[in-house]
């Protein structure tokens, strides 16, 4: 039986969760702590202490492994959780990276603001190529989707001004890099003015990860906050109605 812990500082995790669960049979734990978030404007020292909160949380649950379901969080707090917690974690933004070097040209980030900070993404991708890496913070988006808003006047608004760069240098790769930009994938797509390859890092993760799958798939999901637009989001992402079980972390 294998036991896997999904996270992330909300429900953006849960598209992540999502293509696991379309191509491996699994036990799967999701923790979304989406009371607290965003994480992407928190301060590493407190992406750090939060993560941890979490995944002590998750242990008690007998996890085999981790699969870091936020930008976030893998690019603020991976090296501590690891010295924390003696399992294996594989975290999102690894797989954007290695998403980006099998594919031509040049790269443009959409991340959180503490993801931008780290500069994760423009470190890993110049250091193993010759691409060169813009990165945007766009600030708006996490609210509007954990609101609920995923199209209209608003959010293209928000969109046409993250990535005037992208459409300005015709930037070949678009990273979505958190988490909860899939769920705008079409209205940023729609803002471009080419035609640009639009990487989701989750969707690399899913085609690689391999491991001693179970004969079926189920399912535990905790969050910190219940409200009524949570379950509804999580059970439009994952097709199918969702009990959600309240945590205090
Ligand atoms: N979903 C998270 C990510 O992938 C960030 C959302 C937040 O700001 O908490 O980066």
Not at 148 to 177: P, R, T, W
Not at 218 to 240: A, R, W, Y
């Amino acid at each position: 039986m294998t036991r896997i812990g999904v996270f992330d500082s909300g429900i953006g995790g849960v598209n992540v969760l999502k293509k696991l669960m379309d191509r491996h049979k699994a036990t799967y734990f999701y923790l979304g702590d989406n009371k607290r978030i965003p994480y992407g404007s928190k301060s590493k020292d407190q992406i750090i202490e939060y993560s941890n909160q979490i995944v002590n949380f998750l242990e008690k649950y007998k996890i085999d492994f981790y699969v870091v379901a936020c930008n976030t969080i893998a690019a603020n707090a991976l090296n501590d959780l690891k010295k924390n917690f003696d399992k294996k974690f594989i975290p999102v933004t690894e797989m954007g990276v290695k998403a980006c070097l099998e594919n031509e040209g040049d790269v443009f980030v959409l991340a959180t603001k503490a993801t931008v900070a780290t500069h994760y993404y423009k470190k890993e991708i110049e250091s193993r190529s010759n691409k060169k890496v813009t990165e945007v913070a766009a600030l708006k988006f996490v609210d509007f989707i954990e609101e609920g808003i995923d199209s209209g006047d608003e959010l293209d608004f928000a969109i046409k001004e993250y990535i005037k760069e992208a459409n300005d240098k015709k930037i070949e790769n678009i990273v979505l890099g958190c988490t909860h930009y899939p769920m705008i994938k079409d209205q940023i797509e729609k803002n471009l003015t080419y035609k640009a390859n639009i990487i989701d890092p989750a969707d690399y993760l899913s085609q690689k990860i391999s491991f001693l799958e179970n004969d079926k798939t189920d399912l535990e999901i905790f969050m910190t906050d219940t409200k009524p637009i949570t379950k509804n989001m999580v059970s439009k992402i994952l097709g199918m109605d969702v009990t959600i079980n309240k945590v205090i972390l």
